[in-house]
């Protein structure tokens, strides 16, 4: 019996060691710190046409236009428009003086009217236009396509550059200002 209550002592004795231990020794943080990842910036708003013509050096001259007829808005409104954008060279072909009289505002009518010349009614791309097609502007008048060995000409200014796609249509940009009949 001696030894039965012997071994029971060592094995409280024992298993009081091992708690004294256990509360003696530090607990170690395991849990690790995770830093939450910075937010990601807020993606860029698509460009719209009036973006692309402002975005382009080549084209102050069209943009100041846009600006004094009061066409911005419109422009970056839904759309979608096509917009075939004469060059600032475009601009300065003209007779000397012409661009400044028309930004004039007691011209704004006629500059309204030669730009929305320049503008028509749905994202037309370069493969959607035929030799020989005729396009409606939004200030009322036709252009006439024509294609040759595989060169594009609205009303005979070359298209230079095409199919630049904006949120709200698309801008091809020609060599020449195009001119209203009425």
């Known amino acids: ?9 060592m094995l409280l004795l024992s298993c009081n060691n091992e708690a004294s231990k256990t509360a003696e020794t530090p607990m170690v943080d395991t849990v690790k710190k995770v830093e939450a990842p910075a937010p990601a910036p807020a993606p860029a708003a698509p460009k719209d ?8 050096p080549d084209h102050t001259t069209l943009v100041a236009a846009l600006t004094a007829a009061g066409l911005v808005e419109t422009l970056k409104g839904t759309g979608p428009y096509t917009v075939f954008a004469p060059t600032n060279a475009a601009f300065n072909a ?30 037309v791309k370069a493969a959607d236009l035929k030799d020989g097609q005729k396009v409606k502007t939004l200030q009322g008048e036709e252009l006439t396509v024509s294609i040759k060995d595989g060169k594009v000409k609205i009303n005979g200014a070359n298209v230079t550059a095409a199919d630049l796609t904006g949120s709200n249509g698309v801008v091809h940009v020609i060599d020449a200002v195009l001119m209203p009949k009425k």
């Open 1 to 9: 019996m001696f030894a039965a209550v012997s071994l029971s002592a």
């Open 49 to 56: 046409i009036v973006d692309v013509a402002i975005g382009s």
């Open 94 to 123: 003209l007779p000397k003086g012409t661009v400044e009289g028309l930004l004039k505002p007691e011209n704004k009518a006629k500059l309204t009217k030669i730009l929305t010349y320049h503008v028509v009614a749905g994202a």
